[in-house]
């Protein structure tokens, strides 16, 4: 009967303790040492200040007909190689975001397949009129290619007398972002982005 009434009680109490809500999406994330927020907004902010910054590309931007000297680039994707399921595409549009205005960038990827569609849909459906469908072979050419990879080391410790019960998890990321010239294939820039997470898990859950 008591274990009863106890098990009620914590039921009732987590009942009272549960809810949904909005948060600060700038706030720290930690409620895991898995891949969260946290860890997408720190990689993308420590990749953009440093290429914006880097002299490597300075010389690259030749002014065109209308004097934009900014350099053209196309974002190219972002390997996987932890053991989490990962979407880096989060990881690379937020890279985008952050150079966008300060480069000029071409669709790639999914943006390209979009473009064919609609050309492709201009050029053959009788729908639109000749002298302003768009065409094939109008496009700016890239003269940069800024894509990375996401490594990690996971290690585990499982419960113990020394941990008096507790567990640990700690997870090293490893994040690489490069800038490479298309006709020469020459690496213009690299920068390194690293943060380590541990979490602790109790006898009564995570601290």
Request: charge should be neutral.
């Amino acid at each position: 009967m008591k274990t009863l009434t106890l098990m009620l009680a914590m039921s009732f109490l987590g009942a009272a303790c549960s809810g949904t809500g909005y948060k600060n999406a700038q706030d720290e994330e930690t409620i895991n040492a898995d891949f969260g927020s946290t860890d997408k907004q720190r990689f993308v902010e420590g990749v953009v200040s440093d290429l914006l910054a880097s002299p490597s590309l300075s010389y690259y931007g030749k002014p065109d007909e209308n004097g934009d000297a900014r350099v053209i680039a196309v974002m190219g994707g972002i390997a996987n190689r932890t053991e989490e399921h990962v979407d880096t595409k989060i990881i690379a549009d937020g890279v985008l975001n952050g150079l966008l205005g300060k480069m000029r960038f071409v669709a790639g990827g999914q943006g390209q397949n979009e473009i064919g569609e609609q050309v492709r849909f201009q050029q053959g459906s009788g729908r639109v009129d000749p002298s302003k469908a768009a065409a094939f072979g109008k496009q700016l050419g890239a003269q940069v290619i800024v894509y990375g990879s996401l490594a990690s080391i996971v290690k585990e410790k499982g419960r113990s007398l020394e941990s008096l019960g507790s567990k640990k998890k700690d997870v090293y990321y490893q994040f690489v972002m490069k800038c490479v010239d298309t006709n020469t294939a020459e690496i213009l820039w690299t920068h390194e982005v690293e943060l380590r997470k541990q979490q602790v898990t109790t006898l009564f859950g995570s601290d």
